[in-house]
C-alpha cells in the first residue's frame, strides 16, 4: 500500500463530495494506492482553512497556484467552477502531476481543446467526472446494451430534468449568468456522456434552446438572465440510430430527472436517476401474454455494487458514485494506464454541446 498527496481545489458542493470520497476510497476498495488529504485550496485563504478542518486536510493553501506548486501534491482534484478548469489542470500538467477535474471540462469548447492538449503533452494521467453513469444500474445496462442483450439498437431517448430554478420569483445568481452555468453547460454534460457512453458518437443533430424566465429579482431590481433554462436536442447517432435528449433546470417536480431509455429489436431498458438502485429491462421472448417490463433491483452481482453492500436491493447513493470515480483514479494513476472518461471524452462532450448552441437559433442540423 503507497500513499499518494492530494491537493483539492474547491471545497464547496462537490468539493466536499470529493473529500468524502478520497476519504472512504481505500476502505471501500482496498486501494493499493491510498490518497492522503494533504492541501485544500479554495475561494479565499479564510475558506480553505474552514474546509480543511471540516474535511481532514492537513494543511490549507492560500491560492490554488500554491496548492498545485506543492512538492507534497502529487495529484490534482479540480472541483472549482468551469471557468477556473484550463489553467489549474495546465499548471499541473506543466509539474507532470495527474489531474481529475469536475465536469464540464473547462467553460467553452475551447477550453477543453487546450486541456486535452495539455493531456497529451504531459503524458500523465486525466480524467473528467461524470458520477451519474457509474451507478451500478448504468453500468449493466451498458453491459446489457454492449452485449447485445436487447439487439440491434433502435432509439435512444434521454433527460437531465431538475426544478431549482422552476419558480420565476427565486432571485438571480450566478447560476443565472455565462453560458458556461446555462442548462447546456451544467445539466446537458451528464446526459449527453452518457448517450456517448452507452451508444458511441453524436454524427449530426439540430437543437433549441431556450430561456423560459427572462429576468429575475435583483438587489435592485429585475436583472437580466443571460443563459438558458431548458433545450432540446434530435440527434443522429454514429451507429444510425436516432436519438432525442431533453436537459431543463425548471422541470417543475423533477429533483434527479436523469433518465433514459434504450430500444431495441429483442427487447428495451428504462433507467431513472431518482431511482437509481433500479432498471427496468423488457425481453421479447415467451408468450406475449406474459411479456412486460421487469424491475431489476441491483446487487452484488452488478458492477462495483459488492464493496460497498452485501445485500441485494439495500442500494448505493450518491456519494457511492463518487467513491468509483475515485477508485478509478487512483487507478489509472497506479497502473500508468488511463481510465474512462478521459480529458478527451470530457471534449467529446463538449463538441457536442457546441454545435447544438450553433444549431440553436434556427434549428439547422448540424455535424458534430
Given at each position: ?10 471545497g ?7 473529500a468524502?470520497?478520497?476519504s ?5 476498495f ?5 490518497p ?13 482553512e474552514?474546509?480543511a478542518r ?6 490549507a493553501?492560500k491560492?490554488?497556484e ?5 512538492p ?8 472549482s467552477?468551469q471557468?477556473?478548469?484550463r ?23 475551447d ?8 493531456a497529451?503533452?504531459?503524458k500523465?494521467t ?8 457509474r451507478t ?41 449568468k455565462?453560458?458556461a452555468?446555462g ?14 457512453a ?7 443533430l ?10 429575475r429579482p ?5 436583472e437580466a438572465?443571460t ?8 440527434c ?13 433546470r ?6 434527479m ?5 434504450v ?31 421487469r ?16 445485500g ?7 456519494q457511492?458514485?463518487?467513491i468509483i470515480?475515485?477508485?478509478?483514479f487512483?487507478d489509472?494513476?497506479?497502473s500508468?494506464k488511463n481510465?474512462?472518461?478521459t ?8 463538441q ?7 444549431s440553436a ?8
Open positions: 500500500m503507497t500513499e499518494i498527496g492530494i491537493g483539492l481545489v474547491g464547496g458542493y462537490m468539493g466536499k463530495a470529493h468524502v470520497a478520497l472512504a476510497v481505500g476502505a471501500v482496498d486501494t493499493p494506492l491510498r492522503r488529504l494533504e492541501l485544500i485550496a479554495a475561494g479565499s485563504a479564510s475558506s480553505a474552514r474546509y471540516a474535511y481532514g486536510f492537513a494543511r493553501a491560492s490554488w500554491e496548492l498545485v506548486a506543492d507534497k501534491v502529487e495529484a490534482v482534484v479540480i472541483a467552477p471557468a477556473t478548469h489553467a489549474i489542470a495546465q499548471a499541473a500538467f506543466s509539474l507532470g502531476k495527474p489531474v481529475f477535474c469536475e465536469k464540464p471540462l473547462g467553460a467553452s469548447l477550453d477543453a481543446k487546450a486541456m486535452v492538449e495539455a497529451r503533452q504531459a500523465v486525466n480524467m473528467v467526472g461524470f458520477n451519474y453513469v451500478p444500474a448504468t453500468q449493466f445496462a451498458r453491459n446489457l446494451i454492449a452485449e447485445g442483450a436487447i439487439g440491434e439498437i433502435v432509439w435512444f431517448r434521454g433527460e437531465h430534468t431538475e426544478d431549482f430554478l422552476a419558480d420565476p420569483a427565486l432571485p438571480s445568481t450566478w447560476r443565472t455565462d453560458i452555468n442548462t447546456m453547460g451544467d445539466l446537458s454534460p451528464h446526459m449527453i456522456n452518457c448517450a456517448l452507452l451508444l458511441g458518437p453524436i454524427e449530426r439540430s437543437a433549441l434552446v431556450e430561456t423560459v424566465h427572462k429576468s435583483g438587489a435592485t431590481g429585475p438572465v443563459n438558458d433554462d431548458h433545450a432540446q436536442i434530435m443522429r447517432f454514429a451507429r444510425g440510430v436516432m436519438g432525442h435528449m431533453y436537459f431543463s425548471v422541470a417543475t417536480g423533477r429533483k430527472g436523469y433518465a433514459y431509455e430500444h431495441g429489436t429483442k427487447g428495451a431498458i428504462r433507467f431513472d436517476q431518482e431511482d437509481q438502485n433500479a432498471i427496468w429491462l423488457y425481453r421479447a421472448e415467451g408468450p406475449e401474454a406474459e411479456r412486460g417490463f424491475k431489476i433491483l441491483t446487487g452484488p452481482s452488478h458492477p462495483d455494487y459488492l464493496p460497498f453492500c452485501q441485494p436491493g439495500h442500494g448505493t447513493g450518491y457511492d458514485q463518487i470515480e475515485a477508485r478509478d487512483l489509472a494513476i497506479h500508468g481510465v474512462w472518461p480529458f478527451a471524452d470530457g471534449l467529446s462532450v463538449w457536442v454541446v457546441d454545435a447544438a448552441l450553433r437559433p434556427d434549428g439547422r442540423w448540424l455535424d458534430v
